[in-house]
């Protein structure tokens, strides 16, 4: 088995790592048959990066919640009819 030369992506397309250029899947394109004749031959492409976990989203307090929603705690407590 040779050194990979392609890589998935996480759409259809095929990353051929010796120039950064992408392969559609269409069997009319000389590029994608190369590619299916380089996994016929027993190798295997590079799997698809993982994205990022993204980060998770800040812990608000009651009052941020109330600022970020326009309101004080006074507001909502005169909306509540609360002393």
Known sequence: MSTSMY???????ILRLTDNAFIPPDPGNRDYREYLEWVEAGNTPEPAPVPPTPP??????TEQ?????GLTVAELK???GLP
């Open 65 to 69: 919640k109330l600022n970020a929603a």
């Open 56 to 61: 998770a989203p800040p812990i608000l307090t």
């Open 78 to 80: 005169e909306l509540f």
């Open 7 to 13: 890589q998935l992506t996480t759409s259809t397309t």
